[in-house]
């Protein structure tokens, strides 16, 4: 029960001032669609390549070349690790917002650059194994 009250006073101590921000609204947004759109990529492109029992590689480097080698299922892990920082980077904007506008902006536009970058590594992962 201690949990569940704890959880009410989260939700309350939420200030929803953000969602009324426009700048909060389209990074939100856009943070969103990116990270939807790395989860589009990998199962448009990604997995039909996959062949069962089959390592694949998952990062290049230009120096030593191909340096990891995993299964498929473990480039999932790359937008799964950007919807945690979206919601880390939200919940510290939020934290921010009364007292500084402008860190909240930057964690804001963090999150969308992030995103950005780790749909450029899944495309780059998709076209090494090509």
């Known amino acids: 029960m201690k949990f569940f009250g704890e ?66 299922y473990k480039l999932l892990f790359i937008p799964l690790l950007g919807i945690i920082f979206i919601f880390t980077n939200f919940i510290l904007a939020d934290i921010a917002y009364l007292r500084d506008k402008i860190v909240s902006y930057f964690l804001l536009g963090a999150s969308v650059f992030a995103q950005i970058i780790l749909f450029l590594a899944v495309y780059m992962i998709i076209l090494i194994n090509l």
């Open 7 to 72: 959880i009410k006073n989260l939700s309350q101590s939420f200030t929803w001032l953000m969602f009324k921000d426009n700048f909060f609204r389209v990074n939100f947004f856009l943070s969103i669609i990116f990270n939807f759109l790395i989860w589009v990529v990998i199962a448009w492109k990604f997995i039909p390549l996959v062949t069962p029992g089959e390592p694949l590689p998952l990062h290049f480097n230009i120096y030593f070349g191909i340096d990891f080698i995993g299964e498929w």
